[in-house]
Antibody, heavy 122, light 107 residues
Framework: QVTLKESGPALVKPTQTLTLTCTLS??????????VSWIRQPPGKALEWLAR???????FYRTSLKTRLTISKDTSKNQVVLTMTNMDPVDTATYYC??????????????WGRGTLVTVSS | DIQMTQSPSSLSASVGDRVTITCRAS??????LNWYHQKPGKAPELLIY???SLQSGVPSRFSGSGSGTDFTLTISSLQPEDFATYYC?????????FGGGTKVEIK
């Protein structure tokens, strides 16, 4: 079965660093063309793309959060890890990981995890 | 960064209605535009990619059009399961960006 699953703390304190893990099943990030992104959604608000890592270790970040985000991969564990430093209550959101599929020159998110809710509060 | 603006932000419609949602990019993005819908408590699901290509398994009542900066998602006959929030997304360049969403509610 092809799935992604997010894991991480449900609650973090302000100023702490958040570490989230996306575990891939049924496919490998080492496959040429494979890309995985993190996307978040504050309660009642729109989707926000955060970061992407590609099979060749290329990395891309949301401009406004670039200084706080790090995305990495552990190919041996088939995992993608996102860290976000200096967490603030406005970072409270459901965090999703998603696979980006390519069809010709076009790409789209064809597979999403169920998401994990992270609350930032003291 | 490319800004994506959706309109309307919400709409009320009845089962059987034809519904149109628009998405405008702040610069030309060719046809690098995808549409998703999201039901409460669930992850988004892909409907349309490359502006007008229907994702496998998505009902044919959904269609997309447009190129450059202006795009449209049309639901030809709204069904009960279509009440959801709809998002456009550009993949022309990173950082990838989503529109603000359009919530389709029952009239």
């Amino acid at each position: 079965q092809v799935t992604l699953k997010e894991s991480g703390p449900a609650l973090v304190k302000p100023t702490q660093t958040l570490t989230l893990t996306c575990t891939l099943s049924g496919f490998s990030l080492s496959t040429t063309g494979m890309r995985v992104s993190w996307i978040r959604q504050p309660p009642g608000k729109a989707l926000e793309w955060l970061a992407r890592i590609d099979w060749d270790d290329d990395k891309f970040y949301r401009t406004s959060l670039k200084t706080r985000l790090t995305i990495s991969k552990d190919t041996s564990k088939n995992q993608v890890v996102l860290t976000m430093t200096n967490m603030d209550p406005v970072d409270t959101a459901t965090y999703y990981c998603a696979r980006m599929h390519s069809s010709g020159s076009h790409s789209y998110f064809d597979l999403w995890g169920r998401g994990t809710l992270v609350t930032v509060s003291s | 960064d490319i800004q994506m603006t959706q309109s309307p932000s919400s709409l009320s419609a009845s089962v059987g209605d034809r519904v149109t949602i628009t998405c405008r990019a702040s610069q030309r993005i060719s046809s690098y535009l995808n549409w998703y819908h999201q039901k409460p408590g669930k992850a988004p699901e892909l409907l349309i990619y490359a502006a007008s290509s229907l994702q496998s398994g998505v009902p044919s009542r959904f269609s997309g059009s447009g190129s450059g900066t202006d795009f449209t998602l049309t639901i030809s006959s709204l069904q009960p399961e279509d009440f959801a929030t709809y998002y456009c997304q550009q993949t022309y360049s990173t950082p990838l960006t989503f529109g603000g969403g359009t919530k389709v509610e029952i009239k």
